[in-house]
């Protein structure tokens, strides 16, 4: 099966500052990578997502990178504020099912 | 904007009785999937569903589990005797289309004592 790895666990940024999220992922053959934003207490949200076919998608200020020769793609949020504090998941999807990261802390410092 | 939705928000139970975890999934979607979190790691995949069947299961989902669509609208997940490891968040999603994004519920957070 899929195998996917996240880094950092934590990370801290004061609030306007950049965040990078990175995952990658075992199986050449995952064709469908979106990320999710868990708030305490509420299920995974979506925030953005890439298909294989694409390098690189962006959303006012969160943007998701891909690397299919490297198997890495990665999460940027720009400007950050206080209000993306939150735990951040990326998945691959094999199959019809998605393999999960073991989740990014992020924490925006006002 | 639509969106599943999952009952009860947290249940407690003792161990060895069975439970009921319900999930209203998107209507008009077709797949549909469980998944859990045990406090602090991963979301972990349990069971996808589709045409009325289950598709795909993990190594997690053991005899103790089954799912269900009763009435073609609620999807649940039965957990027939509780063990103290079963405590986690337990998350249903669904899909309109195998290459569509999922849409996850809020979650049931199960507490085996």
């Known amino acids: 099966g899929e195998n996917v790895e996240q880094h950092p666990s934590t990370l801290s940024v004061q609030e306007g500052d950049s965040a990078v999220i990175k995952c990658t992922y075992s199986d050449s053959a995952s064709n469908y990578f979106p990320w999710y934003k868990q708030e305490l207490g509420k299920g995974p949200q979506l925030i953005i997502d890439?298909?294989?076919?694409?390098g690189e998608k962006k959303d006012q200020r969160i943007a998701v990178t891909l690397n299919k020769t490297a198997k890495h793609f990665s999460l940027h949020i720009t400007e950050t504020q206080p209000e993306d504090s939150a735990v951040y998941f990326c998945a691959a999807s094999l199959f019809n099912k998605f393999y999960f990261g073991s989740g990014t802390k992020l924490n925006v410092k006002p | 904007e639509p969106e599943v939705t999952q009952t009860p928000s947290h249940q407690v139970t003792q161990m060895g009785q069975e439970v009921i975890l319900r999930c209203v999934p998107i209507s008009n979607h077709l797949y549909f999937y469980w998944y859990r979190q045990i406090l602090g790691q991963k979301v972990e995949f349990l069971v996808s569903?589709?045409?009325?069947?289950?598709?795909?299961k993990s190594e997690i989902f053991d005899d103790q589990f089954s799912v269900e669509r009763p009435d073609g609208s609620n999807f649940t997940l039965k957990i027939r005797s509780t063990k103290l490891e079963d405590s986690a968040m337990y998350f249903c999603a669904s899909r309109g289309s195998a290459a569509a994004e999922a849409f996850f519920g809020q979650g049931t957070r199960l507490t085996v004592v």
């Open positions: 569903f589709y045409n009325n069947e289950i598709s795909e």
């Open positions: 890439i298909r294989s076919n694409v």
